[in-house]
């Protein structure tokens, strides 16, 4: 199916939001005005972005790139957890050896992007691994909530994961070894603790940047 153009719009702007000061005000016509677009498109994904929560409408202001603090950050972790533990315990038995063959091929892209320090691309690998379980799982409304929170989370943290990513690295070699040795109960802590030690990186990063 074609991309149609508010989605080609949403696309865009969402990649630029990485880069935008956060408490930005951002033009619609500016906008269409730069991707070579008319207004109704643009808008459209501006919309769209506000109800997924990256943009913030101000009533008759306009729109500002969205502020995220650290509780709304730990928050997002919370339902992380729900939704990951969940979907694990359900799926761990048919984790198959295709599945372990593209964890470690997120896992591989994790490092060298880290060789490369780069952190989004860092990141993006890590949501892709954290994803092959809920593609297994396959239900559509669980996976577009972790997209989108991850997503928010994503955007509004261009600093926080600068430290200690490697560790988060080894974390994940630990889980797919778990995985391959069919450890459920194992598998299963390394799973929630590696959860709650991105929270704590999230904190100490916060606190780093702020």
Known sequence: MAETLSEKAYNIIKERLLY?????????????EELN????????????????????LVPKVGFFTNCIDINEILQIYEVRECIELFVFKKIFNSIGPKHI???????????NCLEKKDIHGYVK??????EVFLEIY???YLSNLYRNIREQYFI????????????????????????????FEKAINLLSMHIENAKQRVKDGFRRVS
Do not use: W
């Open 20 to 32: 935008t000061k956060k408490g930005s005000y951002l033009s619609i016509r500016k906008v269409a």
């Open 37 to 56: 677009m008319s207004y109704t498109p643009v808008r459209e994904a501006f919309l769209r972005l506000h109800k997924e929560g990256f943009l913030e």
């Open 101 to 111: 063959e593209l964890l470690k091929k997120y896992l591989a892209e994790q490092k």
């Open 125 to 130: 690998a890590d949501q892709k691994f954290h």
């Open 138 to 140: 396959n239900n559509q």
């Open 156 to 183: 509004c943290s261009n600093n926080i994961a600068e430290r200690h990513s490697g560790v988060a690295v080894e974390e994940h070699e630990s889980l797919i070894e778990c995985i391959e040795n069919k450890d």
